[in-house]
């Protein structure tokens, strides 16, 4: 009798159980991105807040009112810029549904870790949201930029990101979570994609920038931010962002280039990359083997393609061109940010914790620039398009 009425009590629980933070959607104001400035005082929050009346399709919508709204306000702290936008916002904002994080570069400069710290303190943020900088503009005029194709500039700024990083490879789609990691682990360093703002801001978010088949004011991705623990220390050009990307075993498809003693060039399509790290147990040695496989997309040399010996020749081209790249761009990060971007210490770490600490000890800050590289690219050219002879 007893299991029976233990039984019925614990049927009953499920009546009356709810959500105890439920709130009715027309009560939220959706935010997709975020733009975090400095100020004399602290900073500036901008938030891009779509418009849920223009995205439906009911009475209520209007084709007067804008796809999206921008809210921001000023605060000593984050906590107090982002709490008094409810001055402005007739609604609480809903933070979860955010796609986009901009910070300036003056925010970048001066160290991250407050931003870091609000957005992992509140549990209402998803941390899986990309994470960028603003080159030479402030985050709130990118936030108000009007975009073609995509009515959101944050979701065209964030497909732009993960088409970037899919078929080039000079942007590497970075969230907050991952770049917490990195800056959690004091072996590694991070990178973020960086975005410029092209034109005006006063103009860009005007309806007659979309009126123009190229529009005079918009938004374009550059290459990637470097950063030293939580600041970040400057940027790399963007052949140094696509060769970081090789380094970081982050090619999926890439278009690699070269040019011929005739003056013509030469463009392969990068199909499949994987890049492996070999560190020596007891030693500053580290052996760094990548393997692409690529098609011949375009040629303008004087090239007999039918024989084995020209292709052979192309594909020492590129395997010493590549080479001579990653040794290179390793040696700019750490000659002029000493950040390892690359991981190099972690890999050291994991491999002989005890042999990197008596490396560490030896080289001290120097570290990076005392370690032994040796370089190996095999590059596989798989095919040369259907027509096999230059067209003239």
């Given at each position: 009798?007893?299991?029976i009425k233990?039984f019925?009590?614990?049927?009953?629980?499920f009546?009356f159980?709810?959500c105890?933070?439920?709130?009715?959607l027309?009560?939220?104001?959706?935010?997709?991105?975020?733009?975090?400035?400095?100020?004399?005082?602290?900073?500036?929050?901008?938030?891009q807040?779509?418009?849920?009346?223009?995205?439906?399709s009911?009475s209520n919508?209007?084709?007067?009112?804008?796809?999206f709204?921008?809210?921001?306000?000023?605060g000593?702290t984050l906590?107090?810029?982002?709490?008094?936008?409810?001055?402005e916002s007739?609604r609480?904002l809903?933070v979860?549904?955010?796609?986009?994080?901009?910070?300036?570069?003056?925010?970048?400069r001066?160290?991250?870790?407050?931003?870091?710290?609000?957005?992992?303190?509140?549990?209402?943020?998803?941390k899986?949201?990309?994470?960028a900088?603003v080159?030479e503009?402030?985050?709130?005029?990118?936030?108000t930029i009007?975009?073609?194709?995509?009515?959101?500039?944050?979701?065209n700024?964030?497909?732009?990101?993960?088409?970037?990083?899919?078929f080039?490879?000079?942007?590497?789609?970075?969230s907050?979570?991952?770049?917490?990691?990195?800056?959690?682990?004091?072996?590694?360093?991070g990178?973020?994609?960086?975005i410029?703002?092209?034109g005006?801001?006063e103009?860009?978010?005007?309806?007659d920038?979309?009126?123009?088949?190229?529009p005079?004011?918009?938004l374009?991705?550059?290459a990637?931010?470097?950063?030293?623990?939580?600041?970040m220390?400057?940027?790399?050009?963007?052949?140094?962002?696509?060769?970081?990307?090789?380094?970081?075993?982050?090619?999926?498809?890439?278009i690699i280039?070269?040019?011929?003693?005739?003056?013509?060039?030469?463009?392969?399509?990068?199909v499949?990359?994987?890049?492996?790290?070999d560190?020596?147990?007891d030693?500053?040695?580290?052996?760094?083997?990548?393997?692409?496989?690529?098609?011949?997309n375009?040629?303008?040399?004087?090239?007999?393609l039918t024989?084995?010996?020209?292709i052979?020749?192309l594909?020492?081209?590129?395997e010493?061109?590549?080479?001579d790249?990653?040794?290179k761009?390793?040696s700019?990060?750490?000659?002029?940010f000493?950040?390892d971007i690359?991981?190099?210490?972690d890999?050291?770490?994991?491999?002989?914790?005890?042999?990197?600490?008596?490396?560490?000890?030896e080289y001290?800050e120097?570290?990076?620039?005392n370690?032994?590289?040796?370089?190996?690219?095999?590059?596989?050219l798989?095919?040369?398009?259907?027509i096999?002879?230059?067209?003239h």
């Amino acid at each position: 009798m007893k299991i029976i009425k233990l039984f019925l009590l614990g049927s009953l629980l499920f009546f009356f159980t709810g959500c105890y933070n439920y709130r009715e959607l027309n009560q939220l104001a959706i935010t997709s991105a975020i733009g975090i400035d400095k100020t004399e005082d602290g900073y500036k929050v901008t938030v891009q807040v779509i418009n849920t009346q223009k995205q439906g399709s009911g009475s209520n919508s209007s084709g007067e009112q804008p796809q999206f709204f921008v809210y921001e306000n000023e605060g000593k702290t984050l906590q107090e810029a982002f709490r008094y936008l409810i001055l402005e916002s007739p609604r609480r904002l809903y933070v979860n549904h955010t796609v986009l994080l901009l910070m300036s570069e003056e925010v970048a400069r001066d160290g991250i870790l407050n931003v870091l710290d609000l957005f992992f303190r509140d549990s209402e943020f998803n941390k899986q949201f990309l994470t960028a900088v603003v080159k030479e503009s402030s985050a709130r005029d990118v936030l108000t930029i009007l975009t073609p194709l995509e009515t959101l500039n944050s979701k065209n700024l964030k497909d732009s990101i993960l088409t970037d990083s899919k078929f080039l490879g000079v942007a590497e789609e970075i969230s907050l979570e991952n770049f917490m990691d990195h800056y959690l682990n004091d072996k590694k360093d991070g990178i973020l994609p960086v975005i410029e703002l092209i034109g005006n801001a006063e103009e860009g978010d005007k309806e007659d920038n979309l009126k123009q088949s190229a529009p005079k004011n918009s938004l374009i991705l550059s290459a990637m931010a470097v950063f030293k623990e939580d600041k970040m220390v400057g940027y790399l050009t963007e052949d140094e962002s696509l060769i970081t990307s090789y380094l970081k075993d982050k090619i999926h498809n890439t278009i690699i280039t070269g040019s011929c003693e005739d003056g013509g060039n030469v463009a392969v399509e990068i199909v499949k990359s994987k890049t492996k790290f070999d560190v020596g147990k007891d030693s500053n040695k580290l052996k760094i083997s990548v393997e692409s496989s690529g098609n011949i997309n375009e040629i303008t040399c004087q090239m007999d393609l039918t024989k084995n010996e020209t292709i052979q020749k192309l594909e020492e081209y590129f395997e010493e061109q590549l080479k001579d790249q990653l040794f290179k761009t390793i040696s700019s990060v750490h000659e002029q940010f000493n950040s390892d971007i690359f991981a190099f210490e972690d890999m050291f770490y994991k491999k002989n914790p005890s042999n990197y600490y008596k490396l560490k000890e030896e080289y001290k800050e120097e570290f990076l620039k005392n370690i032994d590289y040796e370089i190996e690219v095999k590059i596989n050219l798989l095919a040369k398009g259907n027509i096999i002879e230059v067209i003239h």
